[in-house]
């Protein structure tokens, strides 16, 4: 069984930062692609940034490129997103991905292989 498991969410005034962390059990977690998405109510899910397994390739949606950094270690079976000078438009649930594919990591259009229960993220203005 497989759980991904989110953590470093709250409330947070704009301009702060927060580190998020994803926590990955029942797999080793270097064979897997890891992707950050967003979801904020009555809105599509937001694919925020992805890692390759070696932590060699990142992505990023340009809503938070030079603000967001996703990294991971893979002896911790972790993955981070460290996200600075928040804004109150960066509020949203945070959920963490696994999928052998960078596609899977990142498509909205379709689920991960793995998906975590999200940790919610509030910034006030």
């Known amino acids: 069984q497989v759980h991904l498991v989110e953590s470093g969410g709250g409330l947070v005034q704009a301009g702060d930062s927060l580190r998020l962390s994803c926590t990955v059990s029942?797999?080793?977690?270097?064979?897997?692609?890891m992707g950050w998405f967003r979801r904020v109510p009555g809105k599509e899910r937001e694919s925020v940034a992805a890692?390759?397994?070696?932590?060699?390739?990142?992505q990023y949606a340009d809503s938070v490129k030079g603000r967001f950094t996703v990294s991971r270690d893979n002896a911790k079976n972790t993955v981070y997103l460290q996200m600075n000078s928040l804004t109150p438009e960066d509020t949203a649930v945070y959920h963490c991905?696994?999928?052998?594919?960078?596609?899977?990591?990142?498509?909205?259009?379709?689920?991960?292989?793995?998906w975590g229960q999200g940790t919610q993220v509030t910034v006030s203005s």
């Open positions: 029942g797999r080793t977690l270097s064979n897997y692609y």
């Open positions: 991905a696994a999928d052998r594919t960078i596609m899977g990591a990142t498509s909205i259009l379709s689920p991960p292989e793995y």
């Open positions: 890692i390759s397994g070696s932590g060699g390739h990142t």
